[in-house]
């Protein structure tokens, strides 16, 4: 991402979807935040996180899965899992606008 991605926006939303366990952002070895997979993709909000996205340090890491007896997940996300593999399936950065009326 460009070191100036915050210019002219109130936020920036990093969407991931994936197939796995986990997913987890994290930026020199340490866990930002992370996310279980339920089906739909994980969606979280880049701008508590400004210094890490502007020195370029994001690392985003899919959990194969480990046991998937012990998970309980509704129909809908058991339609979406394929074999206990990780996959990245698409990264997306959307950005949030904000308008001040007088």
């Not at 020195?55 to 998970?71: A, F």
């Not at 206990?84 to 009326?101: D, F, R």
Request: aromatic share 10%.
């Amino acid at each position: 991402m460009p070191v100036d991605a915050f210019a002219g926006v109130s936020d920036l939303f990093l969407k991931v979807e994936y197939q796995g366990d986990i997913a987890r952002l994290t930026s020199a070895g340490h866990l930002l935040a992370d996310d279980f997979y339920n089906g739909t993709p994980w969606c979280t909000g880049l701008k508590r996180f400004r210094r890490q996205v502007e020195s370029g340090s994001l690392g985003i890491t899919i959990v194969p899965w480990r046991d998937r007896s012990k998970v309980v997940l509704d129909d809908f996300a058991l339609n979406t899992v394929g074999d206990n593999s990780a996959h990245l399936l698409k990264v997306t950065v959307l950005p949030e606008y904000q308008l001040t009326i007088p």
